[in-house]
């Protein structure tokens, strides 16, 4: 169940495996201070237990629980200078990179995958 991990390496063309992505991220895991949600500046608190939350990833195999705000997608959006939108059955999630990437990156979801 690496469908998340899967498409976020497809998305970025990365070169690794989800195990790898997953190592890089924890590696890198800082404030997503260059990051709105749905237009909207993340709290002081939200970065911090953001951090937390990508902190206490142990492995990938169970799968990953993307939520509405989602720690993941923030700090994809964060490390690789990107937009990320994310729709979840009719509902749109942007996550928007004040640096002005040249990339936006789309996801869709549902209650059983992501792609």
């Known amino acids: 169940m690496t469908c998340v991990w899967s498409a976020i390496i497809k998305k970025l063309n990365?070169?690794?495996t989800p195990e790898g992505l997953l190592q890089k991220i924890k590696n890198k895991n800082i404030r997503t201070i260059d990051i709105l949600w749905n237009g909207q500046e993340l709290s002081d608190q939200t970065m911090e237990e953001n951090i937390e939350r990508?902190?206490?990833i142990k492995k990938i195999k169970d799968g990953y629980d993307c939520s509405a705000c989602d720690p993941l997608l923030l700090l994809i959006a964060q490390l690789y200078n990107r937009t990320i939108i994310h729709k979840y059955r009719c509902v749109t999630i942007k996550y928007t990179n004040k640096n002005n990437p040249k990339k936006i990156l789309e996801f869709t979801?549902?209650?059983?995958?992501?792609?």
């Open 14 to 16: 990365l070169k690794t």
């Open 54 to 56: 990508i902190k206490s």
């Open 109 to 115: 979801s549902n209650t059983e995958h992501f792609w």
